[in-house]
């Protein structure tokens, strides 16, 4: 997932974000035989929100008797090297969908996904664009419907797609609407909800290969689906992978190693400025506290004559 977003370095601590994004469409005509001259658009959009990378630690210990099993292996600092590298990654990508503030001195076992360790895109579009949340029903005087989206016989929505295209068509810019690299970023439950149905149940082989077919394409809403780890269960976020970003500063990426005898263990201190950036929120939208189920009201049973 991180090799399909922006990781861009940055010299400053704080500044105007750098990806561009389209305003919206630059064709035109000019009458300039009456001496009126043509007005070119502003082809780039740089959001007014700045960035402001702050530090992320990543320090953990090995014990000795843990290097002592590993030192059997010729590579075992690669070895090393790469549990690590995978851990933040992850760990880059948790906190990405899940934090919700930076705190001072973060708590992980008050927060086991990382939710006080950055401001991440999800949190980003709830604070700087509430606009493009949807996380109830309203009706058209604006009066809440319903706390939860509820998707599924007798809900709000009769399916996931239904919902993911409206959302497209009414939080999204129309000219962002079209655009071919739009994806729904989910977690693994949603996906399981929308194709569990299609394999729950006995086929023939013709249809079991259809339903294979569908499966491997993964589309909601007839928009590709990207599974991405960690992500919170309830939600979907509709967008390019090219308007999620990460950026760090330059030169703040420090590591410190040190051989700690008095409790037995190698102590990794490691640490870099970062900030989660979404580059235009005109180009996406967030859809959470999603319930998929039958909402159907069940039928009152009537008394037989006679009883």
């Given at each position: 997932?991180?090799?399909?977003?922006?990781?861009?370095?940055?010299?400053?601590?704080?500044?105007?974000?750098?990806?561009?994004?389209?305003?919206?469409?630059?064709?035109?005509?000019?009458?300039?035989?009456?001496?009126?001259?043509?007005?070119?658009?502003?082809?780039?959009?740089?959001?007014?929100?700045?960035?402001?990378?702050?530090?992320?630690?990543?320090?953990?210990?090995?014990?000795?008797?843990?290097?002592?099993?590993?030192?059997?292996?010729?590579?075992?600092?690669?070895?090393?090297?790469?549990?690590?590298?995978?851990?933040?990654?992850?760990?880059?990508?948790?906190?990405?969908?899940?934090?919700?503030?930076?705190?001072?001195?973060?708590?992980?076992?008050s927060n086991p996904m990382l939710q006080d360790v950055a401001v991440g895109w999800l949190q980003k579009y709830r604070n700087e664009a509430p606009a493009r949340v949807m996380s109830k029903v309203t009706?058209?005087?604006?009066?809440?419907?319903?706390?939860?989206?509820?998707?599924?016989?007798?809900?709000?929505?009769?399916?996931?797609?239904?919902?993911?295209?409206?959302?497209?068509?009414?939080?999204?810019?129309?000219?962002?609407?079209?655009?071919?690299?739009?994806?729904?970023?989910?977690?693994?439950?949603?996906?399981?909800?929308?194709?569990?149905?299609?394999?729950?149940?006995?086929?023939?082989?013709?249809?079991?290969?259809?339903?294979?077919?569908?499966?491997?394409?993964?589309?909601?809403?007839?928009?590709?689906?990207?599974?991405?780890?960690?992500?919170?269960?309830?939600?979907?976020?509709?967008?390019?992978?090219?308007?999620?970003?990460?950026?760090?500063?330059?030169?703040?990426?420090?590591?410190?190693?040190?051989?700690?005898?008095?409790?037995?263990?190698?102590?990794?201190?490691?640490?870099?400025?970062?900030?989660?950036?979404?580059?235009?929120?005109?180009?996406?939208?967030?859809?959470?506290?999603?319930?998929?189920?039958?909402?159907?009201?069940?039928?009152?049973?009537?008394?037989?004559?006679?009883?």
């Amino acid at each position: 997932f991180l090799t399909r977003i922006n990781i861009v370095p940055v010299s400053e601590m704080k500044g105007e974000k750098i990806g561009i994004g389209v305003t919206g469409s630059i064709a035109s005509t000019t009458d300039t035989a009456g001496g009126t001259e043509r007005q070119p658009k502003d082809f780039s959009k740089l959001a007014s929100n700045k960035y402001e990378c702050d530090q992320i630690n990543f320090d953990f210990y090995i014990r000795y008797k843990t290097l002592d099993l590993w030192a059997r292996y010729q590579d075992f600092q690669l070895r090393i090297r790469n549990a690590i590298i995978k851990r933040q990654s992850l760990d880059f990508i948790m906190a990405g969908f899940n934090g919700v503030k930076r705190a001072e001195t973060s708590d992980r076992s008050s927060n086991p996904m990382l939710q006080d360790v950055a401001v991440g895109w999800l949190q980003k579009y709830r604070n700087e664009a509430p606009a493009r949340v949807m996380s109830k029903v309203t009706d058209e005087e604006g009066r809440t419907t319903s706390e939860v989206i509820r998707v599924g016989k007798g809900g709000d929505y009769a399916s996931l797609d239904a919902l993911v295209m409206d959302a497209t068509n009414n939080l999204i810019e129309p000219w962002y609407q079209e655009d071919p690299d739009l994806v729904v970023i989910v977690g693994r439950q949603l996906l399981a909800d929308k194709y569990f149905p299609i394999v729950n149940k006995e086929q023939d082989n013709s249809e079991m290969l259809a339903a294979d077919v569908i499966i491997s394409q993964k589309r909601i809403g007839n928009l590709p689906a990207v599974r991405v780890p960690y992500f919170p269960a309830d939600a979907m976020l509709i967008t390019k992978l090219e308007n999620l970003s990460i950026y760090y500063m330059d030169d703040s990426h420090r590591r410190v190693i040190e051989e700690n005898p008095k409790l037995d263990r190698v102590e990794n201190y490691e640490s870099m400025n970062i900030d989660y950036v979404v580059e235009d929120y005109a180009a996406g939208c967030l859809v959470e506290k999603i319930k998929v189920g039958d909402f159907s009201t069940p039928a009152r049973a009537t008394a037989e004559p006679g009883a």
